[in-house]
T-cell receptor
Framework: GAVVSQHPSWVICKSGTSVKIECRSL??????MFWYRQFPKQSLMLMAT?????????EQGVEKDKFLINHASLTLSTLTVTSAHPEDSSFYIC?????????????FGSGTRLTVV | GESVGLHLPTLSVQEGDNSIINCAYS??????FIWYKQESGKGPQFIID?????DKRQGQRVTVLLNKTVKHLSLQIAATQPGDSAVYFC????????????FGTGTSLTVIP
């Protein structure tokens, strides 16, 4: 079945630094990937839609200069949290649609837990 | 984004009993819905989907019901097992409007052995 890999799975960084999270579709090509964030005991909030070869589409209220998204190939999207602060600590999850599947659901990565100290 | 919420944040059931998890959605234009299961520290897993032209769909031990009149979804799990303990989310989508999924609040299901 479809596999989406995220790296790293856990990262701790100092306040003010930038962190890059990678999302890869391992066995299929994904022209579109999606980035979510999830706070403890809360739901997934869609941050942006990542489009291969073009600019990402951000949801209302998400700062595009804060959360930089690059989708340079059909199998890789990256999310960079710039100048991270403690309030950016969260679980970040990417997803992609496998065109081979009969449903339109996403395949999710295993998530990246970001802790900013 | 759209607002999708759940009535019950937590649910405890005895092993072997049936579970019912509910979800209300607000966007009447949504035409596709999925139930996801999320275990602690992991990404969500697809359980079952349903299109807006259906009112019921069955899978293995799971059934999803859709009531478009009141914008309500439910997930029924038959013979609940300890491995079903997780957080369950409904997600709604408009397939022709970008395929973005918006998630509900979530219900934490605990199965008591």
């Amino acid at each position: 079945g479809a596999v989406v890999s995220q790296h790293p799975s856990w990262v701790i960084c100092k306040s003010g630094t930038s962190v890059k999270i990678e999302c890869r579709s391992l066995d299929f090509q994904a022209t579109t990937m999606f980035w979510y964030r999830q706070f403890p005991k809360q739901s997934l909030m869609l941050m942006a839609t990542s489009n291969e070869g073009s600019k990402a589409t951000y949801e209302q209220g998400v700062e595009k200069d804060k959360f930089l998204i690059n989708h340079a190939s059909l199998t890789l999207s990256t999310l960079t949290v710039t100048s991270a602060h403690p309030e950016d600590s969260s679980f970040y999850i990417c997803s992609a649609v496998d065109p081979r599947q009969s449903n339109y659901g996403y395949t999710f990565g295993s998530g990246t837990r970001l802790t900013v100290v | 984004g759209e607002s999708v919420g759940l009535h019950l944040p937590t649910l405890s059931v005895q092993e072997g009993d049936n579970s019912i998890i509910n979800c209300a959605y607000s966007n009447s234009a949504s035409d596709y819905f999925i139930w996801y299961k999320q275990e602690s520290g992991k990404g969500p897993q697809f359980i079952i989907d349903i299109r807006s032209n259906m009112d019921k769909r069955q899978g293995q031990r799971v059934t999803v019901l859709l009531n478009k009149t009141v914008k309500h979804l439910s997930l029924q799990i038959a013979a609940t097992q300890p491995g079903d303990s997780a957080v369950y989310f409904c997600a709604e989508c408009r397939l022709l409007a970008g395929n973005q999924f918006y998630f509900g609040t979530g219900t934490s299901l605990t199965v008591i052995p």
